[in-house]
């Protein structure tokens, strides 16, 4: 049956399936190992220079030991090939090892099919929007190539306009597509719970951890995708009152503040009394594959699924990887915990015996001198206040880290500050914690939300003070205020990366509001909301039997249009020769004397040139019947000057008695 | 029942029965299925989507129905890549038994490119792509002399993407004329006019022809008097001179061959009589042809050859 599926391809259909594969694989070499990428990507170059110079077929002994020898590399490096990671170092391998024997046309179709698979797989690890759109954009290139395996006989066309036709055909193919897959994409029902094991992969957690040690948060620091959002409900605090609680850390082994493993007395509800108005707003949080919530300080209940601990810090029941929104109050002036419990002053106040003598003999020093733990929380805000600076590239510090920073570096950010002024005031006796979180975020005027990044996040210490209860205490903004009023890149004030620069985060702050459309409208569309997307029509909890009743009805409709549109009639090919003479008859009709129906131009031209004489129109009636009958196909230069002529022209109107008499 | 098949799908019955031209395809006979290739395709379509749904990754669903909607609209492509196509002549070049028979099918496109189509005819497949109004050329097999029907043509496309295969059936009324083989080494040319004496009546050299007006150099025994009497001008006789060479190919003087041998020579001595220009008349057991030479003759004569019980 099939002559042409035997042929060798052509080099354009191979270029192109060499394209989709390339496109296909590119997305996942950008997170692979080394090991694979370098590899991966020398077999597919290698190929591709040796096919298009006109190589012949690889022969069997290079191309089998390949296929062995890659699952073999990826089951010593990760020690299985199932699980997202080694799985799409698996599949790329094996697609770039597919067109290394991709010969044929089945060949490059097979390709082709397994590319688009591998492609879709590149979103389970980035589902932003930029991404996205990349790869529909590739979407283009696979169409293209499928086109040009199957109607290559085309040959007396260059390349370069064949491809550009390919992918010209390909994009109007995606364009064709789009309302029925939005259809689909509405309408098709969700999974209520994962068919097979969801994605449980502890090495793409992003985000704040549950420990700080000095350098741990450098990297969110220069990290600038967005870590969450919030719209406020109705007033928005100032910027320096934007603290963001995340976990608190009570645990110090000298050098990394830890969280306490769950216990009963931290869960037990302690006492927090609300002063003025609560804020009620709204937020939505990146996946981070880790259970924090983040709320403003300090919150006054937790969402649904969710428990919030006697520190005030919020913990989900599953890990974060989804997109996840919540509702959430807080208050900024508050009374927490006035009478504090033995087991978190304990707690608080728990510091490793053989670490930092320095700092302890300076704090030690300073409860002798105050007395009043209000003079000693100052006392320690001057002293970093006076001769400590705020850097993003903090020097690294020795064993004992407070000492080392509080008299030697003296230079450091948030965490170094936060670290070193707990550590101080635990030594003088007083019960303090380390809390981490963000602080500040970008308000987006268009979208009226705010966007907080990754390099927002921010460590701070809480005091207790007799009375007071846990008061914020932010040794950071001591030595860099503009690090609250401006943000962290403000207080850095250090050369940032080209892709760091002032204006270009403004435009992404600005272009933020498009990633948050695009989170709130596809990447959260759960099976919640579908069931309500039937609401407008009266149906208020959309089953899977209604969901697929509407999908089938949908897309058939939309089928339906298609094949309307392709059945139709055609138009009839639009001749402007008999248009114009049409046209022409119609006003001799006007005029009142119309054609009769079996008369041709010269029998009509000798009917009624009397009627007006030395009028052009019997030149105009000769005129077409030459352009009419003496060529085959009229010159399209007097055709257009008769149609000119014949609609310029005025008839006076005659009397009917003068067309009888003329007509005998 | 039959009467409402033939109705709806004239193409189910018009399987045998041939159907004058000129066909135009139409959605009545215009078939689609998915291909092999796009069985595949929608296999790997379906583990995409329930990978997307099972890790409820919404923008790798929206990709997923994206590919799948451009790829499947692709049906509506292919269906127009045959829907209104016309074909209104067929040409056979002549051939002789055994030979290819070269068949140019006409087509008109109705103002749409027709991409890829592939003509299954004869066990073979031609591809061709279709601008405009224009033609194709298919090679038949013509094993036999006399007429050779076309089978049914089956004209399919699986443009663009290869996913559905589009096909339809094409049945013209047609038949190609397959002249006789000639025989490879013949005999020569039987001589002129020497063995049927017998049979054909001898005239004379100068038998009258017709008349025409005279001109100076004509010698003056041949104007016609009589008849000049009766006109204004003078009018001379013209005598044709029978010319003696006549060849007469005659199938039953070839005794001892069988039926198709002497088919067989007899086609190759009007060729080699047309080389050698000599006129020549063909006599069959049912009839008779010639004398005559040229284009006309020839196939007139090799007609005859072909068409022989």
Redesign the interface.
């Known amino acids: 049956?099939?002559?042409?599926v035997g042929k060798p391809l052509t080099q354009l259909q191979f270029g192109l399936t060499a394209a989709s594969v390339s496109v296909a694989v590119l997305p996942h070499l950008l997170r692979m190992p080394w090991l694979f990428a370098v590899p991966i990507v020398l077999v597919l170059l290698g190929r591709c220079q040796q096919r298009l110079r006109g190589g012949m077929p690889i022969p069997a002994w290079i191309k089998l030991p390949l296929v062995v020898i890659f699952p073999i590399m990826i089951i010593f490096h990760f020690g299985t090939i199932f699980g997202r990671a080694p799985g799409s170092v698996l599949a790329c391998a094996m697609l770039v090892l597919k067109l290394v024997e991709t010969e044929k046309?089945?060949d490059a179709?097979?390709a082709v099919?397994?590319s688009?698979?591998v492609?879709?797989?590149a979103?389970?690890f980035d589902?932003g929007l930029g991404?996205?759109l990349v790869?529909?954009a590739a979407?283009c290139v696979?169409?293209a190539a499928?086109?040009e395996?199957?109607?290559?006989?085309?040959h007396n066309r260059t390349w370069k306009t064949a491809l550009r036709d390919d992918l010209r055909?390909?994009a109007v193919?995606?364009a064709?597509?789009?309302?029925?897959?939005?259809c689909?994409?509405l309408f098709?029902p969700?999974?209520g719970s994962?068919?097979?094991g969801?994605?449980g992969d502890s090495s793409a957690r992003t985000g704040l951890s549950d420990s700080m040690a000095p350098g741990t948060m450098q990297d969110l620091l220069t990290d600038d995708t967005p870590a969450f959002r919030v719209t406020f409900n109705d007033a928005r605090p100032p910027r320096s009152e934007l603290y963001w609680r995340g976990p608190v850390l009570w645990e110090f082994d000298g050098t990394t503040w830890t969280r306490p493993e769950y216990r009963a007395s931290l869960s037990r509800t302690t006492e927090l009394k609300a002063i003025g108005a609560p804020l009620s707003y709204e937020v939505t949080l990146e996946p981070t594959h880790r259970r924090w919530l983040l709320a403003l300080d300090v919150p006054l209940s937790s969402p649904a699924g969710a428990a919030r601990g006697a520190d005030m810090s919020m913990v989900n029941r599953l890990p974060i990887d989804?997109v996840l929104r919540y509702d959430a109050t807080s208050s900024s002036h508050y009374v927490f915990e006035p009478q504090l419990s033995a087991e978190h002053r304990r707690l608080a106040l728990q510091l490793p015996a053989d670490f930092n003598p320095r700092a302890r003999e300076l704090a030690t020093r300073w409860r002798e001198e105050f007395h009043d733990n209000g003079r000693i929380v100052r006392a320690a805000l001057d002293l970093f206040h006076k001769d400590f600076f705020y850097t993003l590239q903090a020097p690294l510090l020795a064993r004992d880290t407070v000492d080392d920073f509080l008299f030697g570096t003296k230079s450091g950010f948030c965490e170094h500050f936060a670290s070193a002024f707990t550590f101080l005031m635990r030594a003088a006796g007083l019960p303090a914690r380390v809390v981490t979180g963000y602080q500040g975020g970008y308000y987006n005027s268009a979208g009226d939300y705010w966007v907080i990044r990754q390099s927002d996040a921010h460590a701070w210490s809480e005091v207790w003070l007799d009375g007071r209860g846990w008061v914020r205490v932010d040794p950071t903004s001591a030595v860099a205020p503009q690090r609250v009023q401006l943000g962290a890149r403000a207080a850095a004030g250090e050369s940032a990366a080209w892709y760091q620069s002032d204006w270009l985060l403004a435009v992404r702050n600005q272009l933020d509001l498009v990633n948050r459309f695009w989170n709130s409208t596809?990447?959260?569309?759960?099976a919640l909301r579908q069931q309500g997307l039937l609401t407008p029509f009266g149906v208020n909890k959309a089953e899977y039997s209604d969901l697929m009743a509407v999908l089938i009805g949908v897309s058939t409709l939309l089928m339906a249009l298609?094949?309307w549109s392709?059945?139709r009639a055609?138009r009839v090919?639009h001749d402007t020769l008999d248009a114009a003479y049409a046209r022409l008859c119609l006003k001799l009709a006007r005029a009142g004397a119309p054609r009769q129906p079996a008369e041709g131009p010269m029998a009509l031209a000798a009917r009624i040139g009397a009627l007006w004489p030395q009028h052009e129109l019997t030149g105009l009636l000769a005129a077409y019947g030459t352009l009419r009958y003496a060529f085959a196909k009229p010159p399209a230069g007097e055709v257009l000057a008769f149609a000119r002529a014949a609609a310029s022209l005025r008839l006076p109107s005659v009397q009917p008695d003068a067309l009888s008499s003329a007509t005998q | 029942m039959l009467e409402y098949a033939e109705a709806r799908l004239p193409a189910l019955t018009r399987l045998k029965r041939p159907e004058s031209l000129p066909i135009l395809l139409n959605?009545y006979r215009i078939y689609v299925l998915p291909t092999r290739?796009g069985l595949?395709?929608s296999a790997?379509?379906i583990?995409?989507?329930?990978?997307?749904?099972?890790?409820?990754?919404?923008?790798?669903?929206?990709?997923?129905?994206?590919?799948?909607?451009?790829?499947?609209?692709?049906v509506?492509?292919a269906?127009?890549m045959l829907?209104?196509l016309e074909m209104h002549a067929l040409r056979a070049e002549p051939c002789h038994a055994g030979d290819p028979l070269r068949v140019s099918l006409y087509w008109r496109t109705?103002?749409r490119n027709r991409?890829?189509l592939?003509l299954?005819a004869d066990g073979?497949?031609t591809?061709?792509?279709l601008a405009h109004d224009g033609a194709v050329t298919v090679e038949f097999t013509a094993p036999q002399r006399g007429w050779r029907k076309l089978e049914r043509l089956r004209l399919s496309s699986?443009?663009?993407?290869?996913?559905f295969h589009v096909w339809s059936w094409l049945n013209p009324e047609f038949a190609a004329l397959v002249y006789p083989l000639p025989e490879a080494n013949p005999p020569p040319l039987p001589r002129a006019g020497a063995a049927n004496v017998a049979r054909t009546v001898r005239m004379s050299g100068d038998e009258l022809a017709s008349l025409r007006e005279y001109r100076p150099e004509d010698p003056q025994r041949n104007i016609a008097w009589k008849a000049s009497a009766r006109h204004d001008e003078l009018l001379v006789k013209e005598f044709e001179l029978r010319r003696s060479q006549e060849i007469v190919l005659d199938y039953s003087m070839l005794h001892g061959l069988a039926h198709e041998a002497r088919i067989s020579r007899l086609a190759r001595w009007v060729y080699e009589a047309e080389i050698a220009q000599q006129p020549y008349s063909l006599h069959l057991p049912q009839r008779q042809i010639g004398p005559a030479l040229g284009a006309e003759h020839r196939h007139a004569c090799l007609r005859e050859l072909a068409l022989l019980p």
């Open positions: 049956m099939n002559a042409t046309r089945r179709r097979a099919c397994f688009s698979f492609l879709m797989s979103l389970l589902s991404f996205t790869l529909v979407l696979f169409l499928l086109r395996v199957e109607g290559e006989s085309a055909g390909g193919a995606l064709a597509g789009t309302p029925l897959a939005l689909v994409f098709f969700r999974l994962p068919l097979w969801a994605p989804n596809v990447v959260q569309f759960s298609f094949a392709v059945l055609p090919a | 959605r290739f595949l395709y790997v379509l583990v995409m989507l329930l990978g997307a749904l099972n890790y409820n990754n919404n923008p790798a669903l929206l990709l997923t129905c994206l590919l799948g909607a451009a790829s499947y609209q692709s509506f492509q269906f127009r829907n209104r109705n103002n991409r890829s592939r299954q073979r497949e591809v061709f792509d699986e443009y663009p993407f290869g996913l």
